[in-house]
């Protein structure tokens, strides 16, 4: 073999590797009996490629090797490839020093497969090295890991992301089992689909029949290159085929729009079968444009698809035809942030409707929007005081005419020490307008299909606690929703203790950890989901809400009075089940 930069390069039982481009350099090869130093430490400036060995049985379980260099997933690493698919991976973690790594190959004993030596990056850490390739009985690094979904700080009923291919623990941005942003989500054909950002690496993808429980689905698809990004944006359904995009015999395009890391090049990608292949459109970028997280809508009434794009702490409204061609609306939004998300929503009651915009921070105002302007009726607003609550999207979920609105947030930071996965989504909350005394407001309640994981039901009867005094309840299950009413007097505090975190409860406002929001009406009705890792509270049928990631403690439940007497009646404990198949 040639085309080796270095050394002896030793293939053991899988002899007749395959150079595929010049990362690796020049030089002698040879087969023996081990694999030792393979590396494009000092490959020619702008070489990429990879190393192939040709296919082998893995007859042992355990593949031990040591790795240093760049720390690129799936760009400076070695690859386990099995029918096509990688199924292992390890960088070298931008380190100098090679470590010792084993994967686990159990579930494909008896099986071909390939090893794959990568070095597709250039710049900082742009190579990698590898040596002492050995199948074996014995791991040389430890490869224990708890199932899938059943790790300990899982949250049970929150989305969370997975590892693939990689195993490690504590992953940061752009690494597999991280999560950010809510990108993109979009109801079609029976199917609530989830996409999120790997922080600029990838758009993380899953699919839904009923809002609770989710599969996730690979990556929908990765930036085109290493650096350039695929950051937040939105996805539409493309039912009349304006794109052009749609074949005959395709289902309508899913076409998904965001932004490049030069935060200028706004994007295009697209999938014919529901999400499930994805291609980066040949004549992107479609615009050239110094804003990014592109929000794209279908204006039914105006026939025109319509774009709000963030830059400059303002949003600008843009309109197309056919999705690739965008005019400005010469309308902007100022004092706007991140991340847009802007949709009409039926006012309770009455046959009106408004537009609601909502900021990346959550905040959102209430208006008019005539095709090109949006006129704000109310200031901007909160309707969640959480530490943790941040990007919003929501779904338009059902039929065109149909106006429910369903909304999650990233829980952004969140700390989950020694698991496999980072942050999470908190849970889907239909969205209202309802007129109040103070004008109009955005109402967000749980989702009805969250109903489903009800397991068991406790009731108690009313109980006046006297001030300063306590209730034990007590419950033995880590995933429950407490309802109640309460009736506070003015100078009142009820506190709720559960799982190791206190909401507090006054007559006009409740509060978490450091977060607090005032309710519109006296504070009457509660509603609280606790998970593994977070809390959400919402009070008045969603008047006011609290979303927050917590670190768990003992299943305990304890309400304490103080102030003046307080009232707790048709209190309600139920038992959850998980989203996941825990099998």
């Known amino acids: 073999m040639t085309d080796l930069y270095v050394g002896d390069f030793r293939a053991p039982d899988w002899s007749g590797w395959e150079v595929h481009g010049n990362a690796f350099g020049s030089g002698p090869g040879t087969t023996d009996q081990a694999l030792k130093g393979a590396t494009s430490r000092n490959k020619p400036a702008g070489a990429q490629g990879r190393l192939v060995s040709a296919p082998f049985i893995v007859s042992h379980p355990y593949l031990n090797f040591r790795i240093s260099g760049g720390d690129y997933e799936y760009k400076t690493c070695l690859n386990v490839v099995v029918n096509g698919q990688v199924v292992r991976t390890e960088t070298g973690r931008a380190a100098e020093l090679p470590h010792a790594a084993s994967f686990d190959l159990t579930d494909w004993l008896g099986q071909e497969a390939r090893v794959e030596i990568v070095d597709e990056a250039d710049g900082d850490w742009g190579y990698v090295c590898v040596s002492e390739i050995v199948l074996s009985s014995t791991p040389t690094a430890s490869t224990a890991r708890p199932p899938l979904y059943r790790e300990a700080l899982r949250p049970q009923l929150h989305f969370t992301s997975r590892q693939w291919a990689m195993h490690r623990e504590n992953p940061v941005e ?13 109801f079609y054909d029976g199917e609530y689909h989830l996409f999120a950002q790997r922080w600029n690496k990838c758009w993380i993808h899953a699919v839904s029949n009923d809002l609770v429980h989710w599969t996730e689905l690979a990556p929908a698809f990765f930036e085109e290159s290493l650096g350039t990004g695929v950051q937040s944006g939105s996805c539409v359904i493309d039912h009349d085929n304006t794109s052009g995009l749609g074949e005959p015999g395709a289902g309508p395009p899913m076409v998904a729009f965001w932004s490049r890391n030069d935060n200028r090049s706004q994007c295009v990608s697209y999938s014919l079968d529901r999400g499930r292949t994805w291609t980066h459109y040949a004549g992107n970028p479609i615009m050239d444009l110094p804003e990014r997280d592109p929000m794209v809508f279908r204006d039914h009434r105006r026939s025109q698809w319509v774009m709000v794009l963030y830059g400059d702490d303002r949003y600008q409204l843009l309109r197309s035809d ?25 006012v309770e009651g009455s046959d009106e409707s408004r537009w609601v915009l909502v900021r990346g921070d959550g ?77 109009l407001r955005m109402y967000r309640k749980p989702v009805p299909e969250l109903e489903s994981l009800t397991r068991s039901r406790h009731s108690w009867p009313s109980r006046v606690l006297a001030a300063d005094g306590g209730w034990r309840v007590g419950t033995a299950w880590p ?105």
């Not at 752009?174 to 979009?186: A, K, T």
Request: net charge negative; proline share 4%.
């Open 174 to 186: 752009r690494e597999e089992g991280w999560l950010n942003d809510l990108n993109g989500l979009v």
């Open 363 to 439: 905040r959102y105002s209430i208006g008019e929007f005539d095709g090109r302007e949006f006129v704000e009726e109310t200031s901007q607003l909160q309707v969640d005081g959480g530490p943790h609550f941040y990007a919003t999207q929501s779904w338009a979920a059902g039929a065109t005419t149909d106006l429910r609105r369903v909304q999650v947030a990233w829980m952004r930071g969140g700390r989950y020490p020694n698991m496999p996965f980072n942050q999470q989504v908190s849970i889907p909350c239909d969205l209202s307008l309802r007129r109040t005394d103070d004008g």
């Open 479 to 583: 995933l429950v929703r407490i309802t109640c009413d309460v009736s506070l007097a003015a100078e009142g505090e009820l506190a709720i203790d559960i799982s190791g975190t206190r909401v507090t409860v006054t007559p006009e406002r409740i509060a978490v950890l450091d977060g607090e929001q005032p309710t519109i009406t006296g504070v009457s009705k509660l509603d609280i989901i606790v998970d593994t890792t977070s809390i959400e509270v919402f009070a008045n049928d969603g008047e006011a809400s609290l979303t927050a990631c917590v670190q768990p403690g003992h299943y305990d439940l304890t309400f304490t009075a103080s102030g003046a007497d307080c009232t707790v009646e048709h209190l309600e404990v139920a038992e959850l089940a998980s989203i996941w198949p825990l099998g």
């Open 322 to 346: 056919d999705l690739l061609h965008w005019d400005s609306l010469d309308s902007a939004i100022s004092d706007s942030f991140e991340c847009p998300d802007f949709f009409e929503l039926g």
